[in-house]
């Protein structure tokens, strides 16, 4: 049963995995994620009117950092040397939509670290808008697309 679990040994102890004999190939991965809110803090966000000041700028500087450092939250992770992290955001009826993409040319892919990267950008965002809305939301946070490495180009199901 444990053969088939990568991060598992034969005799049931955690391991990082061995990349050392993959070859390098051109990775990027693209997560979303969003952050529902009442539409009173969704404007102040829009305008630059919350009170912590530049809400996005902060969160895209906070998912950009995440994402360098996935390696140091994630146990099994390796540690990358990534080309980029872009975090872009997107004003829904109700929410805020995170984006991340992450890009190098390595040997193991970069799903966490856009996953990671989304994630922090969503829960700053919380930060800086709770005291307009303490009741916000994080949610729907996913990979939404890969490429490079053995398994080639993938793109989630609803969205291909």
Not at 116 to 138: C, F, N, P, R
């Amino acid at each position: 049963m444990t053969k088939n679990l990568t991060h598992i040994d034969s005799d049931g102890t955690a391991r990082m995995v061995d990349v050392g004999a993959k070859a390098e190939t051109q990775r990027l991965a693209v997560a979303s994620g969003r952050i529902t809110m009442t539409a009173t803090a969704l404007e102040a966000i829009r305008a630059g009117n919350a009170p912590k000041g530049d809400v996005l700028g902060t969160a895209r500087i906070a998912g950009i950092m995440a994402g360098k450092k996935t390696s140091d939250l994630i146990p099994m992770c390796h540690p990358l040397m990534l080309d980029a992290v872009n975090v872009d955001f997107t004003f829904e009826d109700d929410a805020i939509r995170a984006t991340a993409t992450a890009s190098l040319t390595g040997k193991t892919g970069v799903e966490m670290e856009a996953i990671t990267a989304t994630s922090m950008a969503l829960l700053t965002i919380y930060d800086m808008a709770k005291a307009l809305d303490k009741g916000m939301v994080v949610g729907e946070i996913r990979l939404i697309e890969k490429r490079g490495g053995k398994s080639g180009h993938w793109i989630a199901e609803d969205l291909a």
